[in-house]
């Protein structure tokens, strides 16, 4: 893990994290914890860039599994 230090954080800003971590029955930790996880979370954007990345990588898929997976759900 990792400490990260925030210097200069507005009063208001500082007041709706503590209440938005008392709210939940979290500390105010946890709360800008969470604040940063959703900040870097990839969007949309990113997400179907790496799928299209992994499309062009793993190349055309071609053939019908209906029957493969016919075959393996019955062996059970």
Same mark, same amino acid.
């Given at each position: 893990?990792?400490?990260? @230090?925030?210097?200069n954080v507005d009063e208001a800003?500082?007041?709706? @994290?503590?209440?938005?971590?008392?709210?939940? *029955?979290?500390? @105010?930790?946890?709360?800008?914890?969470?604040? @940063?996880?959703?900040?870097?979370k990839p969007d949309k954007a990113?997400?179907?860039?790496?799928?299209?990345?992994?499309?062009?990588?793993? *190349?055309?898929?071609?053939?019908?599994?209906t029957k493969l997976i016919r075959?393996?759900?019955?062996?059970?």
């Amino acid at each position: 893990m990792v400490d990260i @230090l925030v210097r200069n954080v507005d009063e208001a800003t500082a007041r709706r @994290l503590k209440e938005k971590a008392a709210a939940k *029955g979290a500390s @105010l930790s946890e709360a800008a914890r969470e604040a @940063l996880a959703a900040y870097v979370k990839p969007d949309k954007a990113e997400l179907w860039a790496k799928a299209e990345a992994l499309r062009k990588k793993i *190349g055309k898929v071609s053939g019908d599994s209906t029957k493969l997976i016919r075959e393996d759900r019955d062996s059970r």
